[in-house]
Each structure stands twice: as structure tokens, then as C-alpha cells.
């Protein structure tokens, strides 16, 4: 047997050691920032039940996304084949970019807001129009230029098999830029669709767990890089439930942006084209019906959203 063959990932992949890194790293970050005084100056916030809550969680968080992708990378890495491990490094470069600009924007608390707070795309775009720079324009920048970057360093991973050779090379050149753009879109759509469901406790932790479950089971030793992400996503979704529904933590911008960043980057290292663009689509599609639409209405008007978002939430 060639050496290659014995050097691709299994059907399994490294989901087992990416989960207990993902898992030791979100819970190890969060419980060390439980006792510091800078904690409880900086990072306590009031929810929306009144109750204090620390975005320590968000910080774990945060850390649970960057440990991830760097343990994939060690795994998925052939030195025959240095592609192998350009996915894991865009789940790194995604989920930096999502939690730092998120840990800004935490921390900023809307100070540079002034007396009338942007909310929304519009609202900080519509900021910037009056030469007011918020976090939250911050925010879209560096997410943005987070997911140009690993969309790119996707597209190039899977450039040896999908790309093209010799005289269809200029065909090649322009898929790759389609495929780079639409895994952008993918990733900086699904930072930001996470944010916006951190409304309540455990909300964005669930729906980052959803969207991972099938994707830690993709099929094919080319989906091997999107097991790895998405299995990272799911453990660290795992370690800060908890809390989250406990009301003792929250991810704030921090947690949700870097996780959001993660699934995102998970979605499109899929190797299904079709996949990919409906990902594009939806979360995009989210993201602007967030202008006009409250998801939390949505939510609490259908049933079945009701009773998920709900299940195993504090009481009041």
C-alpha cells in the first residue's frame, strides 16, 4: 500500500482528539477568568431577566474555537500533500478574526456609540455613511476580512481537485475565485447569524450544535477537513451549554462570532458545491432578514422553534 493512501484520513478523521482539545480548552477558559476581579469589572453584564452573567463564557468560547482548528491541522496534515491542512488553518484564521472583533466590541460596551446606538447592518453602516466608526463597523471589517482570507485558503485546499490544468487553466483560475467568494460569504454570513441569535440563553449554542451534527458525519474522505471543524463547533457548543442555560455565563460577541465563524468555516469545507451555496444563500438570506424580522418573535410564535430554544433554559 502506497504511502499516500495510508497518510488520508479515515471515515472517522480526528474528531476524537479535536473534541477533547475543543472541550478542554472552552471550559479551561471560562472557569480561569471566574475568580479575577478584572472579570467581574469587565466582562458582567446584565441579561435579559435582570440576572449577572459573565461573558467569561464567550472568552472559553472563543479559545474552544481557535484550540480546534489547530488540533485539526496537526491531525489532517500530509507532508505529502501540505493542502490537506489549508482548512484547518481558515478555521483558525475565521475564528480569530471573529473573536477578536467580537472581544472589541464586548468591551467597548457601546461606548463610542453615543447618545443613539447602531443595531443592526444598516445601523452601522448607516454610522460610517455620517463618519461615526462603531465596534459593530469594526466588527463587519475584520469578520469580512477574516472570511476573504480563509474563504481563499479553502479554495485553494480543494484547488488540486477541482481546479483545472493546461489549456483550461483561465477556467480554473475563475472557479477558484467563485468557490473563495461564496466560502467568504458562507463564513462571514454564519459569524454573524450566531451573533444575532445570542438573544437568549443557549440559543446560539444550540443552533451551532444543529448545524454541526450533520456535518461531523459527512461521508467521504474529502469531507474529512468539514468533520474536523464541525466537530470542534459541536464540543465546544457542548462544554458552554451549561452554563449558558444556567444564566451564569453568556458568549456576547466574543463567543458567538468566533463559534458562528467556526460552523461557518465547517459549512464551506464541505466538498458539495450545492452545499456550499445553499449555506451562502440561507445565511446571507438571515443576515438582511434580521433588518426587518425579529427572530425571537419568529421563534416564540412557531412551536417546535418554541420548545427547542426553551429546553433545558433556567426559569424565571
Given at each position: 500500500m502506497s504511502t499516500r493512501a495510508t497518510t488520508l484520513?479515515?471515515?472517522?478523521?480526528?474528531?476524537?482528539?479535536?473534541?477533547?482539545?475543543?472541550?478542554?480548552?472552552?471550559?479551561l477558559g471560562s472557569r480561569a477568568l471566574r475568580a479575577p476581579r478584572w472579570t467581574k469589572k469587565h466582562l458582567e453584564r446584565t441579561n435579559y431577566h435582570g440576572r449577572t452573567v459573565s461573558l467569561r463564557g464567550g472568552v472559553g468560547v472563543a479559545l474552544g474555537t481557535l484550540t480546534a482548528?489547530?488540533?485539526?491541522?496537526?491531525?489532517?496534515?500530509?507532508?505529502?500533500?501540505?493542502?490537506?491542512?489549508?482548512?484547518?488553518?481558515?478555521?483558525?484564521?475565521?475564528?480569530?478574526?471573529?473573536?477578536?472583533?467580537?472581544?472589541?466590541?464586548?468591551?467597548?460596551?457601546g461606548a463610542h456609540d453615543d447618545d443613539a446606538p447602531a443595531k443592526g447592518l444598516r445601523g452601522h453602516l448607516g454610522a460610517l455613511r455620517e463618519g461615526r466608526v462603531t465596534t459593530g463597523a469594526l466588527k463587519i471589517a475584520v469578520?469580512?476580512?477574516?472570511?476573504?482570507?480563509?474563504?481563499?485558503?479553502?479554495?485553494?485546499?480543494?484547488?488540486?481537485?477541482?481546479?483545472?490544468?493546461?489549456?483550461?487553466?483561465?477556467?480554473?483560475?475563475?472557479?477558484w475565485a467563485v468557490d473563495a467568494a461564496t466560502s467568504a460569504v458562507v463564513i462571514a454570513s454564519w459569524a454573524n447569524v450566531h451573533n444575532l441569535l445570542d438573544l437568549r440563553p443557549g440559543r446560539a449554542l444550540?443552533?451551532?450544535?444543529?448545524?454541526?451534527?450533520p456535518l461531523v458525519v459527512a461521508p467521504g474522505p474529502r469531507a474529512a477537513a468539514c468533520r474536523a471543524l464541525a466537530t470542534g463547533a459541536l464540543a465546544t457548543s457542548v462544554a458552554a451549554l451549561p452554563e449558558d442555560l444556567g444564566e451564569d455565563t453568556m458568549l456576547g460577541d466574543t463567543g458567538s462570532n468566533a463559534l458562528g465563524a467556526l460552523v461557518g468555516t465547517?459549512?464551506?469545507?464541505?466538498?458539495?458545491?450545492?452545499?456550499?451555496?445553499?449555506?451562502?444563500?440561507?445565511?446571507?438570506?438571515?443576515?438582511?432578514?434580521?433588518?426587518?424580522?425579529?427572530?425571537?418573535g419568529v421563534i416564540a410564535?412557531?412551536?417546535?422553534?418554541?420548545?427547542?430554544?426553551?429546553?433545558?433554559?433556567?426559569?424565571?
Open positions: 484520513p479515515g471515515p472517522r478523521g480526528p474528531r476524537a482528539p479535536v473534541a477533547l482539545m475543543a472541550l478542554t480548552a472552552t471550559l482548528p489547530s488540533c485539526a491541522g496537526a491531525v489532517l496534515h500530509d507532508a505529502a500533500r501540505p493542502r490537506t491542512a489549508l482548512p484547518a488553518v481558515a478555521g483558525v484564521v475565521a475564528a480569530s478574526a471573529g473573536g477578536l472583533a467580537g472581544l472589541v466590541d464586548d468591551l467597548d460596551a469578520i469580512g476580512a477574516g472570511a476573504v482570507v480563509a474563504g481563499g485558503l479553502l479554495a485553494a485546499g480543494r484547488r488540486p481537485e477541482e481546479g483545472a490544468r493546461g489549456a483550461r487553466a483561465a477556467v480554473g483560475g475563475a472557479a444550540k443552533a451551532a450544535a444543529l448545524l454541526s451534527v465547517a459549512l464551506a469545507a464541505h466538498p458539495a458545491v450545492g452545499l456550499r451555496t445553499v449555506a451562502a444563500l440561507v445565511g446571507t438570506g438571515l443576515v438582511l432578514a434580521s433588518e426587518k424580522v425579529s427572530f425571537s410564535r412557531t412551536p417546535l422553534l418554541n420548545a427547542l430554544d426553551t429546553l433545558g433554559r433556567r426559569a424565571r
